[in-house]
C-alpha cells in the first residue's frame, strides 16, 4: 500500500489532524487536542491527560491540556477503565477515549464524531509520540528549523508521494547536495516482511528514469536497523568496500543513508548524495536522521491512517453494498451490483459469480466482468475442483496467493488447459463460498493478474461481501420468483377474462400477448384450425409469421408441450417452446413462444405453457360451441318462420315468448300473452281440454277442434306439447289438418273408383275369355264342318266327274278335266281353310308341329329353334302360342319386307318363352298406337289373349331395325 492509495478526506477531523503535524511541542500538541475535540464533538469541556507508564494504577495522571468546563465530574472509574485496555467507556456525561500513551476526558459531546475520533485515536497515539520522540531529540537549531519548515510545508498532508518526494528535496537542499531520495524496502516475497533491498523510490534530483535503488548488505542493515545509526560513504575511503558495490548504479563521491523505521521495523532508507567529495559533519547526520524520523513518521502515519481510511471505507463499503445489494431487486441487476462492488472493493481484475447447477456437482459462471465470453461460457468447474469448486464444497474461503505456481490446479478442464498451454491469465484467486441459511448456492471468484494481494483481513472482509451477496442473490431470486408468479397469475388472468367476449371468441393478438407475458417469452404465435363455419385463425405478438412458418410449426406439434431448437423455431431464436391447444381428443391449435436472447424453456415453463394452452382451448371450444348453438338456433328459428305448423314457444309460467308467423296467421298477436289465458276464450274451449291434457302428461299429444273467431268452418289441429328442459319451459306445436282431411276424403273417393273400374275390367276380362274360348270352339267346328263335310262331298262329286270322264272323249272329255281340276283346287282352299281356322296339327301333333306348319307357310323365310325340354302344355296355353305366332307372322309378311324370320321356343321350368323376329322395317309404338286406333287391333288382340293366359307381351322395335316380339306362358 502507498501514500498514493489514500484518498482525499472529508472528515470533520481533518483540519485537527493538519494543526497536529504542526505542533512542535507537547503542551501544543495536547492544548490543540483539547480544543479541537471540544469543537468537533460539542462537549461541555475536554481534558487531555498523559497516561503513566508502565502500571497504569501506580501513579496519577499527568493532565497536559484542558477546555471548556464540567471536567469536575470526571470519573476515576471511566479512567482505569480506558486505561486497563478498554478503548472507550462512557457513563452519563462523561466519557473517556484512550489514544496511544493519552487519555480524553470528554464531557457532553456526540457521540458519532467521538466514534470517528476513536477510530483516528492509534493515529493520535502514534502523533503524539512523534511530537515527544522529536522534543527528547531535538538537537540545534538548523535541524529543529529544517524539519519544521518541512512540517509547516507539508500542512498535515497525508499524500505519502508528496511527503517522501519532499522530504528528499528538504535533505538535499538542508545539506547542500545534490541528489535525494527515500525508498522504500520491498517486502520479501516469501515472508510478506521487508527485505534488503529498496523497491519503491521518492526522488530529488534525479533522471526522470531513476528507479532503482540501493542494496543494504547485512552490516550495514545492522548498523542501519539495529543501532539505529546514520552511514557515511566517502568513494575515496570506502572504494572497494560491499558498501561500493551496492551502490555501483548511483556512483556517489559521498553519500548519507538514514534508516527509515517505526516500532522497531524498518521501512526503508534516505539516502543524499553527491557527486563531489563533501565533508560530512555531525549536525549533518542528526538532520538526516531527523528527516528520516520524520519521514518514518510521515509514512507510519499514512499507512496507518490509510489503513483506518480502507477500514473505514469497507465498512462503509459494505453497508453500502448491503443496501445496493437490498435494493437491486432483479437478479441480474443483483449479479451486476455483486460483481462490480467486489471488483471495487478488492481491487481485483476480474470476478464472476459461479452458479450451483442443479445436478450439485457442477458449476458454471452465471455473470462476470474482466473475464472473455470463452472462459465464461467453457468453465464447467466439478464440486471440489479447482479454486471455486473447493470454496464451494467446504463452504469457505479460499485464497490461492499464486494459482499458476502453486494452486490446486485448474477446476475446468478450459481451465487445466490454458495453464498446460502458459496461458493462464491469473495468479492470485480467491473463491468465496454463496451460502443462505446454511446452503450453499454457487460461489464468488476474485481473480488478480498479480500474487494475491490480499490480507486475511481483507479475505475475511470478503468472506462478510460473499455472505452479503449471497442473501441478495437469494433475494432478488425470490422477488423475481414472486414477480414471475405474479405475472403469471396476472396473464393467466387477462386470459380468463378474455372469455368475457364469449361470441366472437378471445382475441387472439391479446392472447397470444399475454401467453408470451406468462412465460416471460418475447415473440408468439397462436394458431387455431378452422372450425366448421370458418377459417383459421391466427394470433401473433411481435411476429409477422408467412403461412409457410405455421405449416412448418404444425409439423412440430407432438401431444404435449415441447422445446424446439434452432433448426425448428422461427428465424431469429435458438430455442423456443411449442404447445398443442387440445379440446379432447381433438388437436384444435398450436402456441409458439419464444424469446431470442434466452437459454432454452424450463421444465416449469413448459408446464406453464400447458396450463395456458387448456385455458386457450377451454375459451376458443366455449366460444365456438356459442357461435355453433347461435348458428343452430338461427337455423331452428328461419325453421320455424318457414313452417305450414304452429310453433309456439312458452316460459315455465305459460308466457308465450314466440310464435312462428303461421301461429300468427291463424291466432292473432299472441306473444306476451298467457296460453291459460288465451286458453280462456270461449273459442279456445275444446284445445283448452287438449292443453290440460298435454300439462297433465307433458310429452304428449292431442287432437282437437277449434273454432277460430271470423272463420267460418272448423279447424282441425294436430296439436304436440313438449315440456323444455331445463327452465321448464313449453314448446307447442300444433298442425291444421282440415285441408288435410279434405284430401283425403277425395283420395279414399278416388280409391272406391279405381275399386269398381277394377271390378268391371275383370268382369271384362272374363268375358274376354269366354269370349275367345267359344270363338275358338266355333273355329274348330266350322274346321271340323268343311274338313268332314264339305271336303268330303266336293271329294265325292270329284269321283262321280271322273267316273263320267272316262266315258267322254273329245271337247267334252277336255272340259269335264277342267271341271276336274277347278273342284280339286277349290278342295284344296276349303281344307287350306279349314286349316287356318283350326289346323288340326295343333290337336293331334301339338305346338311345336304346328308352330313348323305355321312357318312352312308363311311368306318370309322363317327358320324355327327350340331350347330346353320340349314338352306339351295344357291345350289352352298351346293354342294361345299357336295363335300369337300365327299373329306375328302374318305381320311380317304383311308389313316387314323383311328377309328371314325366326321363332325361337324356350322351355323354361314352369314357363315357355317365345321369341319372334324379323329383320324387316320394324315401326314405332306411335305408328302402332295410330294402326291400332284405325281398326288394326292384331297387337291389341295379341295383348289381352297373353294376359288372359296369364302371361306377358313385350314389343321391341325401331324403324328400319327389324322386330321383336317376346311373350311368356306358364306351362
Ligand atoms: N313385323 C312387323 N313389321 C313391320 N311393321 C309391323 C309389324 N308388325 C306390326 N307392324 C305394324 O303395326 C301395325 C299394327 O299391327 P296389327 O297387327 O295390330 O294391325 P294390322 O296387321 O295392320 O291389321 P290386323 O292385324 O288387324 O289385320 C301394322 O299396321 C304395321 O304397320
Ligand atoms: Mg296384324
Not at 547526520?285 to 528527516?291: A, E, G, I, N, P
Amino acid at each position: 500500500m502507498t501514500g498514493a492509495d489514500v484518498p482525499g478526506r472529508a472528515s470533520p477531523w481533518a483540519p485537527l489532524l493538519a494543526g497536529l503535524a504542526d505542533a512542535q511541542t507537547v503542551p501544543a500538541f495536547a492544548a490543540l487536542l483539547a480544543e479541537q475535540v471540544m469543537l468537533v464533538t460539542d462537549a461541555h469541556g475536554v481534558r487531555v491527560c498523559l497516561l503513566p507508564r508502565p502500571a497504569p494504577d501506580a501513579a496519577p495522571l499527568t493532565p497536559l491540556a484542558e477546555c471548556g468546563r464540567g471536567l469536575a465530574l470526571c470519573d476515576a472509574q471511566l479512567a482505569q477503565e480506558v486505561m486497563g485496555g478498554v478503548p472507550r467507556a462512557t457513563r452519563g456525561m462523561h466519557g473517556a477515549l484512550r489514544a496511544g500513551p493519552l487519555l480524553l476526558d470528554v464531557v457532553g459531546g456526540r457521540s458519532g464524531p467521538l466514534d470517528d475520533l476513536q477510530d483516528l485515536a492509534p493515529l493520535l497515539g502514534l502523533a503524539f509520540e512523534g511530537v515527544q520522540a522529536r522534543e527528547v531529540r531535538r538537537g540545534s537549531g538548523r535541524e529543529q528549523e529544517t524539519v519544521t519548515r518541512l512540517v509547516r510545508r507539508m500542512g498535515g498532508s497525508l499524500d505519502l508521494a508528496q511527503l517522501l518526494s519532499a522530504t528528499a528535496e528538504t535533505a538535499a537542499q538542508a545539506l547542500g547536495l545534490d541528489r535525494a531520495f527515500v525508498g522504500l524496502l520491498n517486502p520479501d516475497p516469501a515472508t510478506g516482511s521487508p527485505g534488503t533491498r529498496t523497491g519503491e523510490v521518492f526522488t530529488h534530483g534525479f533522471d526522470d528514469d531513476f528507479s532503482g535503488g540501493v542494496g543494504i548488505g547485512p552490516a550495514s542493515y545492522e548498523r542501519l536497523f539495529g543501532r539505529g545509526e546514520a552511514i557515511v560513504y566517502e568513494h575515496a575511503r570506502d572504494q572497494g568496500s560491499r558498501m561500493a558495490a551496492g551502490l555501483a548504479e548511483l556512483n556517489p563521491e559521498t553519500a548519507i543513508i538514514a534508516p527509515l523505521k517505526v516500532r522497531g521495523r524498518p521501512l526503508g532508507v534516505l539516502y543524499v548524495d553527491s557527486r563531489r567529495a563533501v565533508s560530512v559533519t555531525e549536525d549533518d547526520l542528526w538532520l538526516v536522521l531527523s528527516l528520516a524520523e520524520q519521514a518514518s513518521l510521515n509514512i507510519d502515519n499514512a499507512r496507518l491512517y490509510a489503513d483506518e481510511t480502507r477500514k473505514r471505507q469497507s465498512a462503509e463499503a459494505m453497508r453500502e453494498v448491503g443496501n445496493r445489494l437490498a435494493s437491486s431487486l432483479h437478479l441480474g441487476q443483483t449479479y451486476e451490483a455483486v460483481l462490480e462492488r467486489a471488483a471495487e472493493l478488492f481491487g481485483s481484475d476480474a470476478c464472476a459469480v459461479y452458479e450451483l447447477q442443479p445436478d450439485g456437482r457442477t458449476l458454471t459462471i452465471r455473470s462476470a466482468v474482466g473475464l472473455s465470453s470463452e472462459y465464461v461460457l467453457r468453465s464447467r468447474v466439478k464440486l471440489g475442483a479447482g479454486v471455486v469448486g473447493r470454496a464451494v464444497e467446504r463452504a469457505e474461503t479460499v485464497a490461492v496467493r499464486d494459482f499458476v505456481t502453486e494452486g490446486p490446479g485448474g477446476g475446468s478442464r478450459y481451465t487445466r488447459q490454458l495453464l498446460a498451454q502458459g496461458r493462464y491469465p491469473f495468479r492470485g484467486i480467491v473463491g468465496l463460498p454463496l451460502g443462505v441459511r446454511g446452503r450453499v448456492i454457487g460461489g464468488l471468484a476474485l481473480y488478480f493478474e498479480r500474487p494475491l494481494p490480499l490480507g486475511a483481513e481483507e479475505l475475511s472482509l470478503a468472506g462478510v461481501f460473499a455472505a452479503q451477496s449471497a442473501l441478495a442473490i437469494e433475494n432478488a431470486r425470490l422477488y423475481e420468483e414472486e414477480v414471475r408468479r405474479e405475472r403469471e397469475s396476472a396473464a393467466l388472468l387477462g386470459m380468463a377474462r378474455l372469455q368475457d367476449h364469449e361470441h366472437e371468441g378471445p382475441d387472439l393478438h391479446e392472447t397470444a400477448r399475454l401467453a408470451v407475458q406468462a412465460v416471460n417469452g418475447e415473440r408468439g404465435l397462436l394458431w387455431l384450425a378452422p372450425d366448421e363455419a370458418g377459417d383459421e385463425e391466427v394470433g401473433v405478438h411481435a411476429l409477422t409469421p408467412t403461412p409457410e412458418d405455421v405449416l412448418a410449426l404444425r409439423a412440430q406439434l407432438g401431444r404435449g408441450p415441447r422445446r424446439l431448437t434452432r433448426r425448428h423455431t422461427l428465424e431469429g431464436s435458438a430455442s423456443a417452446l411449442i404447445v398443442p391447444v387440445r379440446s379432447g381428443q381433438d388437436t384444435i391449435g398450436l402456441l409458439y413462444v419464444d424469446h431470442p436472447g434466452e437459454e432454452s424453456p424450463s421444465d416449469r415453463v413448459l408446464a406453464l405453457s400447458r396450463a395456458i394452452a387448456d385455458q386457450v382451448a377451454l375459451s376458443v371450444t366455449r366460444s365456438r360451441l356459442l357461435r355453433a348453438l347461435e348458428r343452430q338456433e338461427a337455423r331452428y328459428r328461419q325453421l320455424a318462420e318457414g313452417a305450414h305448423d304452429l310453433i309456439i314457444a312458452a316460459d315455465a309460467r305459460g308466457t308465450v315468448q314466440y310464435a312462428n308467423p303461421a301461429s300468427l296467421r291463424l291466432l292473432g298477436a299472441i306473444e306476451g300473452l298467457n296460453l291459460h289465458d288465451l286458453l280462456r276464450d270461449p273459442w279456445l274451449t275444446d284445445f283448452q281440454t287438449a292443453w290440460r291434457h298435454c300439462l297433465d302428461a307433458p310429452e304428449s299429444g292431442g287432437r282437437c277442434d277449434l273454432r277460430v273467431e271470423g272463420l267460418t268452418r272448423t279447424l282441425h289441429l294436430e296439436v304436440r306439447l313438449s315440456s323444455v328442459s331445463p327452465g321448464g319451459g313449453m314448446l307447442l306445436v300444433a298442425r291444421d289438418i282440415s285441408e288435410l282431411e279434405l284430401l283425403l276424403g277425395e283420395i279414399n273417393r278416388r280409391a272406391d273408383e279405381m275399386e269398381r273400374a277394377d271390378e268391371r275390367q275383370l268382369e271384362l276380362r272374363s268375358f274376354l275369355s269366354l269370349f275367345t274360348q267359344a270363338q275358338e270352339e266355333e273355329r274348330g267346328r266350322i274346321s271340323r264342318e268343311l274338313h268332314d263335310d264339305t271336303a268330303q262331298v266336293l271329294v265325292a262329286i270329284g269321283r262321280r266327274i271322273d267316273r263320267l270322264a272316262r266315258d267322254l272323249n273329245g271337247d267334252t272329255r277336255a272340259r269335264a278335266d277342267d271341271i276336274r281340276a277347278d273342284l280339286n283346287g277349290a278342295i284344296e282352299g276349303v281344307r287350306r281353310f279349314a286349316r287356318n281356322l283350326r289346323p288340326s296339327v295343333l290337336d293331334d301333333l301339338g305346338l311345336l308341329p304346328a308352330l313348323e306348319w305355321l312357318a312352312s307357310q308363311a311368306t318370309t323365310p322363317t327358320r324355327l329353334e327350340i331350347q330346353g325340354n320340349e314338352r306339351r302344355l295344357p291345350p289352352a296355353s298351346e293354342l294361345t302360342l299357336f295363335r300369337m305366332v300365327q299373329e306375328g307372322l302374318g305381320n311380317t309378311d304383311r308389313h316387314a319386307q323383311a328377309h328371314t324370320a325366326a321363332i325361337r321356343v324356350v322351355f323354361q321350368g314352369s314357363e315357355v318363352t317365345v321369341t319372334l323376329t324379323d329383320d324387316g322395317v320394324g315401326f314405332s309404338p306411335e305408328q302402332a298406337r295410330r294402326q291400332a286406333q284405325a281398326g288394326h287391333l292384331g297387337l291389341t288382340g295379341m295383348r289381352e289373349r297373353v294376359l288372359l293366359a296369364g302371361g306377358r307381351l313385350e314389343v321391341r322395335s325401331v324403324p328400319g331395325e327389324g322386330s321383336t316380339l317376346e311373350f311368356s306362358l306358364p306351362g
